[in-house]
């Protein structure tokens, strides 16, 4: 678990993501990579996102993948 804090709209919440290696290795360049993935569930309104948008929940999943590359 990974908590931090996420400013969205003008909005500043602390959330925590789950957090999963999902791979690392040599690149082809020389270097070396991790991937991960980082998923948590958000409530728009939390963040003053209450206008209604079609087919679009208040409780929305977000999903990260990131790639660091090591130095």
């Known amino acids: 678990m990974l ?3 996420l400013t969205m ?5 602390e959330v925590e993501m ?3 290696k999902i791979g690392e290795g ?4 020389g270097g070396f990579r ?3 993935v980082a998923t948590t569930e958000l409530m728009r309104s939390d963040f ?4 209604f948008i079609p087919n679009v929940p208040d409780e929305t999943e977000l999903t990260i993948f990131i790639e660091g590359i090591r130095q």
């Open 26 to 29: 040599d690149d082809p360049w």
């Open 34 to 36: 991790q991937g991960f």
């Open 18 to 20: 789950n957090i999963v």
């Open 9 to 13: 709209h003008g909005v500043t919440r």
């Open 3 to 5: 908590t931090g804090e």
């Open 48 to 51: 003053d996102i209450d206008y």
